[in-house]
């Protein structure tokens, strides 16, 4: 199998991630039952080069775990995580490697993520060190001068002695990104990279990744607000208690979704028009718990459209009637 | 300007700075909330939107100094300081914070806090108040028998229930909450400002919604006030905010936010806030600024009234007053 293959450049098939959930000592002196969390129970999904995929869900629904177990960072219970072609999930650490400097994270908070004690200039080269990458010395000052002009810290003479106190928290996220990118890697995870943003600097650092993405950079974008989503995703996977429940083009899901998660997610975004007052449809009951899925579909309990069969039947994804584009797939009998 | 519930008269917070010199935090905020109205106090990290509601609350730190008036009901309760706060705060003025990880004590139970609270203030006693305590849950989704749990069986969006109802132990008529659903997840979101909504209308609460996203002033307040290094630089309907902005930064901060069914991708804006800890000469926002000309950049720009309870500190709105028929 070549490395750069016709296949996609990554692609996850039948992935499930099974936390032990500890006993306690009460609970192992009475032999109760080992329980576990199913995080992320067989999902599915691929990303092209010079794509951007948003996994968007609440907290615990295991879009973040998804991401963490692409880069072997946590183990697969079961199926493949397949990287240019290879299997990650099948690699010992030492062939791992060198994949690993082909697929870069970056994560929420740019504030823990960089030594404070390195300036820009060493934080940008320690993974060209780490990775025995990079030539002399000049060489791979030139790399790291490269990587600040690509995430527009220019000129980068201005930046490459600054501390990470000395920056604001969006130059900061981009030197977490240069620190990424000087690697040159082939797919990005990014865990809510603007969440901790100032909204004033945000749209600089979201361009930032669509500008990647369009020089062939392959993004996986974990999200909570879909209104991100929406604007620079190419597609968008809803995932809901370690499912993804619909999966499609950005557009079609936001203007046209199929699933009733995907609806009442959509429903309660705030929106900035104050013209356009949204009515929420308001998911009432308890945050799910992956630690008990209910029965048949598990978004049965909370959803207002619920019939009897959702009880019982586990609805896999598939093309909805009213589905409008290629690719769109929903979790659900009624869609 | 009228008197309302709760307002500020040029409202000035200085911080002293570890290395010597004052960060001035606060610079002249003249702010009015009406009985029952929800009003938006919106902008980003450093702007001061936090320190003024702590300023409302006589919650400051003490490396602060405080200047001017904040009037609850025609007194001006910061003449006193302390003194004259302490009568005041959690009675008629109550305040909710982000997460609300660190409104209760962890090794107590909820309901035994609120109890407190209530014992406290001299609201109720005893069995009283252990009902109260019933009531208050009760009256933010929180079944009451959830009274003896301790905090971290709470989820997220339940603690901040739960901090809500505390707020509310002595039926205060502001409820000041910061940030009160930034750490929560779209859907508790959206069920927190259900009922933040549900309160103002049920008891005709006043809301000052401290935040720094614009959506969620947009569909929940009725006017909203936009801060920028220190002060007042927008203030209007929300209507007015979004569909005829004053100010560049209001216009901007707008364009800047991601929408769900918005065109286009948003834009940030460039460059950053200024310093606080040196005086501003001119415009704070003109670095920033894409409109900006000669004058912004020494001659500071007041807060002025452009239409009915519409106003904005920015020249350009001097230069259309200008251009317009007469």
Redesign the interface.
């Known amino acids: 199998m070549s490395s750069n293959g016709a296949g996609p450049l990554l692609d996850v098939e039948g992935l499930v991630v099974r936390y032990p959930v500890p006993r306690g000592l009460v609970g192992g002196l009475l032999r109760r039952p080992r329980r576990s969390v199913l995080a992320v129970d067989d999902v599915s999904f691929a990303v092209e080069r010079g794509e951007l995929l948003a996994l968007v869900g609440?907290?615990g629904c295991g879009k973040t775990t998804t991401a963490q177990t692409v880069l072997r960072l946590v183990a697969a219970t079961a199926g493949r995580v397949t990287f240019a072609g290879q299997d990650v999930t099948e690699l010992s650490a030492r062939r791992l490697r060198p994949l690993r400097r082909r697929m870069q994270i970056i994560y929420q908070d740019p504030y823990e993520s960089l030594d404070p004690r390195l300036t820009v200039r060493a934080a940008v080269e320690e993974p060209l060190l780490i990775h025995h990458l990079g030539g002399s010395r000049a060489e791979r000052r030139e790399r790291v001068r490269e990587a600040l002009e690509r995430v527009e810290l220019t000129p980068p003479d201005l930046f490459l002695e600054r501390y990470p106190h000395e920056l604001?928290?969006?130059q900061r996220q981009r030197v977490a990104i240069a620190a990424g990118l000087v690697l040159e890697p082939e797919l990005l995870v990014a865990d809510e990279p603007v969440s901790m943003l100032?909204?004033?600097?945000?749209?600089?650092?979201?361009?930032l990744l669509?500008d990647l993405r369009d020089g062939g950079l392959g993004i996986l974008m974990i999200t909570?607000?879909?209104?991100?989503a929406?604007?620079?995703a190419d597609r968008i996977a809803v995932m809901y208690l370690g499912r993804i429940v619909e999966i499609g083009p950005a557009a079609e899901i936001?203007?046209n979704p199929q699933h009733p998660y995907t609806r009442?997610?959509?429903s309660?975004?705030?929106?900035?028009?104050?013209?356009?007052?949204?009515r929420?449809q308001?998911?009432?009951g308890?945050?799910p718990d992956a630690a008990r899925i209910p029965s048949g579909c598990r978004f049965h309990p909370r959803c207002p459209l619920a019939i009897e069969d959702c009880r019982t039947h586990d609805p896999e994804l598939r093309r909805p009637g009213s589905a409008r584009t290629a690719g769109h797939e929903a979790a659900c009998i009624l869609a | 300007m009228t008197d309302g519930l709760l307002r500020t008269e040029d409202l000035h917070v200085w911080f002293d700075l570890p290395r010597g010199g004052m960060l001035h935090a606060v610079q002249g905020v003249s702010l009015r909330l009406d009985p029952g109205e929800r009003l938006g106090l919106v902008g980003?990290?450093g702007c001061g939107k936090t320190t003024t509601a702590l300023a409302l609350m006589g919650l400051l730190p003490p490396s602060a100094s405080v200047a001017g008036q904040v009037v609850l009901s025609g007194e001006d309760i910061l003449a006193g300081a302390e003194e004259t706060m302490r009568p005041h705060r959690w009675v008629d003025v109550a305040m909710v914070f982000q997460g609300a990880m660190n409104a209760f004590n962890p090794v107590k139970t909820v309901g035994s806090q609120i109890v407190e609270a209530l014992e406290l203030h001299g609201r109720a006693t005893g069995r009283d108040a252990r009902i109260r305590t019933g009531e208050l849950l009760a009256s933010v989704g929180i079944p009451k028998d959830r009274a003896e749990r301790y905090p971290h069986e709470f989820?997220g969006?339940m603690r901040q229930r739960a901090a809500i109802a505390m707020a509310l132990a002595c039926e205060p008529s502001v409820l000041i909450a910061d940030e009160p659903t930034t750490a929560l997840?779209?859907?508790?979101?959206?069920?927190i400002?259900?009922l933040l909504d549900a309160l103002c209308r049920d008891f005709g609460l006043a809301l000052l919604l401290v935040t720094?996203?614009?959506?969620?002033v947009?569909?929940?307040c009725d006017r909203a006030a936009v801060m920028y290094a220190g002060e007042l630089v927008e203030q209007g309907s929300?209507?007015e905010l979004?569909?005829e902005p004053r100010h560049p930064y209001t216009r901007?901060?707008?364009a800047?936010?991601?929408?769900?069914?918005?065109n286009g991708?948003?834009?940030?804006?460039?460059g950053?806030p200024p310093r606080l800890d040196r005086e501003i000469d001119g415009c704070p926002f003109q670095p920033r600024c894409d409109r900006a000309f000669s004058r912004c950049d020494h001659d500071r720009p007041l807060l002025r009234e452009i239409a009915p309870a519409h106003a904005a500190a920015c020249h350009l709105n001097d230069v259309a007053a200008e251009a317009a028929p007469r």
Do not use: N, W, Y
């Open positions: 609440e907290s604001s928290g969006g100032d909204v004033s600097v945000r749209a600089g650092v979201l361009k669509d909570h607000d879909l209104s991100t929406a604007r620079f936001i203007e009442a997610l959509l309660v975004v705030p929106r900035r028009d104050p013209r356009d007052r949204t929420p308001i998911l009432t308890e945050a | 980003e990290s989820s969006g997840d779209v859907m508790v979101q959206a069920q400002l259900e720094h996203d614009l959506p969620v947009a569909q929940l929300v209507d979004f569909h901007l901060l707008f800047a936010t991601a929408d769900l069914h918005g991708l948003p834009v940030s804006i460039p950053a």
